[in-house]
């Protein structure tokens, strides 16, 4: 079996190395899939979170509504204090995103409304608020916790406009010709395992 993979994955290899995509190809990419190129209004985020509810992430994990509130209390207080963001979110969150020092990356506004993110939390980010800077406690539910967790979000960045990316944008050519070169490598595997088996 081994031998016989081992086989495979060379043949495989040899032509994988052949594929070759051209600018026409890219270019025909782009015009058929001008909507996947799109940079959406919407904020990088990092966030912490405290769960009323029993989930046992953490040590000090809150078990009760006021224990989550002197916790996120206690949390908030340290950060104006100057703490550091993502090491207070590794020490304190009772998320998974705790192990990326809270980052929860890119979402389009249209993402945050699906979210149950609050109105006045939404027009914080893209209002006044300036990247560095965080929110003050806030409690919602969302589809994932519909008994309500307690959150505060650090504003990594934010894009007010939703705009249309090129062909001369970053990093888009690229990415058109690493996905067609996927798209032949695999059906070019399949065809080769045919083949050799």
Known sequence: ??????????????????????????????????????NARGVAL?????????????????????????????????????ADFATVARAKSEDQSLQRGGDIGFAAEEELKQTGFPPEVITQL?????????????????????????????????????????LESQGVRQQITVALTNQRKEILNAALLEVAQ
Do not use: C, H
Request: hydrophobic share 35%; net charge neutral.
């Open 126 to 166: 893209f209002g006044p608020m300036q990247a560095g800077s965080f929110t003050n406690p806030v409690r919602f539910s969302s589809p994932q916790f519909p008994g309500g967790r307690w959150y505060i979000f650090k504003l990594q960045e934010k894009r007010l406009q939703t705009e249309n990316l090129t």
């Open 1 to 38: 079996e081994a031998k016989k993979d081992l086989a495979i994955k060379k043949l495989q290899d040899k032509y994988a190395g052949k594929i070759t995509v051209s600018d026409r190809e890219v270019e025909d990419y782009y015009t058929a899939n001008k909507q996947q190129f799109v």
């Open 46 to 82: 990092a966030m912490i979170a405290v769960d009323p509810a029993d989930n046992g992430l953490k040590d000090d994990d809150a078990k009760n509504d006021t224990d989550a509130k002197v916790k996120i209390d206690n949390i908030y207080q340290q950060l104006k204090s100057g």
